[in-house]
């Protein structure tokens, strides 16, 4: 039961979306996590039917996807990664609208359309175009759209992108609330997403899964390989060259760099550090690169 994902591939004319992708998610909130074209957005429009793979398939509750995908939509909901809001609507009348895209009568609609601006507390800017809003407002009725259908299955493509601290953590914390009893899968090249609400984190680079973890390990992976040291400024290029440098600061006159490396310290002098999100991040892409 929930979603299994079956050897799905999409190739482009010029180049792979995604390749022989497999994959089984249950409730809760998973960050898919990957460099801009590692087919995030290909994998979210496949799932959310609006492209078909070329290859593989999908289930959600046995059904497959790809065979009905009239069945999938009923339970789907989808934030694409350019939301491209009607601006001349106000709030109410764009959910209303989507709401009776999705099938709701014109009366179901009103109803929930109330609830989820409710939800997303949107109604005391219910009457004002969606062209005023700002980028972290039209996130909260995008959400609001994704919801009217109170799916089980929701898919949102970079929510955060573009938003200001306190909208990302506002659009984090809704997302958390949202997830206890759905699939919820949010795609995202911040790690401080990652850090914040994943409970589960896959990782796609070039089309294909580098790594799908639960949040703990994702980090522990490369605990006791994360070091600092003080270097000279002019080392640092030749260093890259050498090490994965996911770091460089100035700490008063001396210059720091952070360095992940299995293994013996890569210099004498290099301390061993606590690792963070960005370090297992950097560390599985390039590892998986060089394989
Ligand atoms: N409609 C398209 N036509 C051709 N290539 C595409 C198209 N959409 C995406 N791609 C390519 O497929 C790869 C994956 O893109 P995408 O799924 O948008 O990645 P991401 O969302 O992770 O940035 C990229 O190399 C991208 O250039
Ligand atoms: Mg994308």
Request: hydrophobic share 45%; proline share 5%; with cysteine.
């Amino acid at each position: 039961m929930g979603l299994i994902l079956k050897d799905l591939s999409k190739t482009y004319p010029n180049n792979n979306g995604i390749t022989n992708l497999s994959l089984s998610l249950s409730h809760g909130l998973t960050v898919l996590l990957g460099p801009n074209g590692a087919g995030k957005t290909t994998l979210l429009r496949i799932l959310a039917t609006l492209i078909r793979p070329d290859k593989g398939t999908y289930y959600y509750n046995g059904i497959d996807a790809v065979k009905h995908p009239h069945e999938i939509r009923k339970i789907l909901g989808y934030l694409p990664q350019e939301f491209g809001a009607f601006v001349h609507l106000n709030a109410r009348e764009f959910l209303t609208y989507m709401a009776i895209l999705k099938g709701l009568t014109l009366r179901q609609a009103r109803g929930r359309v109330e609830e989820v601006m409710d939800l997303f507390n949107l109604r005391s800017y219910g009457r004002k175009p969606l062209g005023a809003y700002s980028k972290g407002m039209r996130q909260r009725v995008g959400l609001a759209q994704a919801l009217l259908n109170d799916p089980a299955l929701l898919l949102l493509d970079e929510p955060t992108a573009g938003l200001d601290p306190e909208e990302c953590a506002d659009i984090r914390n809704f997302l958390a609330q949202m997830s206890a009893d759905r699939i919820v899968l949010v795609s995202t090249h911040l790690v401080a997403d990652v850090e914040t609400m994943a409970e589960r984190i896959v990782v796609l680079n070039q089309g294909m899964l580098v790594i799908d973890t639960p949040a703990e390990a994702f980090v522990s992976a490369v605990e006791g390989k994360v070091w600092e040291w003080a270097e000279k400024r002019e080392n640092l290029a030749s260093l890259k060259q050498r090490h994965l440098v996911t770091g460089a600061i100035n700490k008063g006159d001396a210059f720091f760099v952070r360095v992940v490396a299995a293994g013996e310290p890569p210099v004498p002098n290099a301390r061993p550090v606590a690792p963070r999100c960005l370090d297992a991040y950097l560390y599985y892409i390039k590892e998986w690169v060089k394989q």
